[in-house]
């Protein structure tokens, strides 16, 4: 019997949660994608040395501010990862803007231009790249503009269906709901622990999912941030899933039968009514959940602070 990962291909394009070039060569998924936490640890392996290198190398023949410059190199390392992991992948590679314009529109639309622009310099279209923004009210319009420019944009940090409704009518490629993130707040706070089938991350995606089938979205649902095999499997035929290199290996290894979990028809005769997206209803609704709002506001954090150390980093190189 085929693996459950090629099952799972059958069903559901696989995308690679890495920024690892040998592990998505190992698995060889539809598309890949990156954040800074991942940039930060692809940067520190000695086999892409020479990634890091190049990118310091090009930054010291830059001027302006050190801050500046330091920026622009973090940026190019982004860009040097996207790049070769795009020549590996037959789809879509997903780079994200800094965490640290999460709440600012303007300066992440600009953000998402120089990238595009830096990318099309390399030969590599923007049909071939996805811009990843935090699901904040700002993201999502950064999103819709650049969505109006040609530019598709993966909206990250997503916990909520409010988030879902919101970068739909924007008309946001991509959304990428973290069904881990979700688990680990709700073991946190209730103390219990869960299994696939009661998994309050897993319920979170299948909502979004028949909510997007209902009202006819063609924005793409893809699942993330997963902390086991089951999650996974409990959502078999969703549009796509983002999976970390050990968990590829796991579905590679394991030989039993994988079932469809989710499905367009069935999904759209349980979507919920349509919600209202602007921002007050948006705020509100993001304010009246208590873990949307604290695991968005904890991710830009987290994400933040590991932008913070790829700076670092860099300015230690450039000396």
Known sequence: MASKLDQLRSMTVVVADTGDMEA??????TDCTTNPTLILKAAQMDAYAPVVAEAVQWGRGQSGTREAII?????????????????????????????????DTPKSVAKARAIIADYEGRGVGRERILIKLASTWEGIRAAEILQK??????LTLLFSLIQAAAAAEAGAFLISPFVGRILDWYMKAEGKTYTAVDDPGVASVKRIFAYYKKHGYKTVV???????????????????????????????????????????????AQGDVRLATDEA????????????????????RLFAKDLRALRAMVAEKLG
């Open 24 to 29: 998505i060569r190992a698995f060889a998924p």
């Open 149 to 154: 420019d040609g530019i598709d944009c993966n």
């Open 222 to 268: 893809m699942g993330a941030s997963f902390r086991n095999q089951g999650e996974i499997e409990a959502l078999a035929g969703c549009d796509r899933l983002t999976i970390a290199p050990a968990l590829l290996e796991s579905l590679a290894k394991d030989e039993g039968m994988l079932v469809r979990a989710l499905d367009s028809g069935h999904a759209a």
């Open 281 to 300: 209803s948006f705020r509100f609704a993001l304010n009246e959940d208590a873990m949307a709002t604290e695991k968005l506001s904890e991710g830009i």
């Open 71 to 103: 920026a622009a190199v973090c940026d190019r390392l982004a860009v040097n990862f996207g790049t070769a992991l795009s020549k590996i992948v037959p789809g879509r590679v997903s780079t994200e803007v800094d965490a640290d314009l999460s709440f």
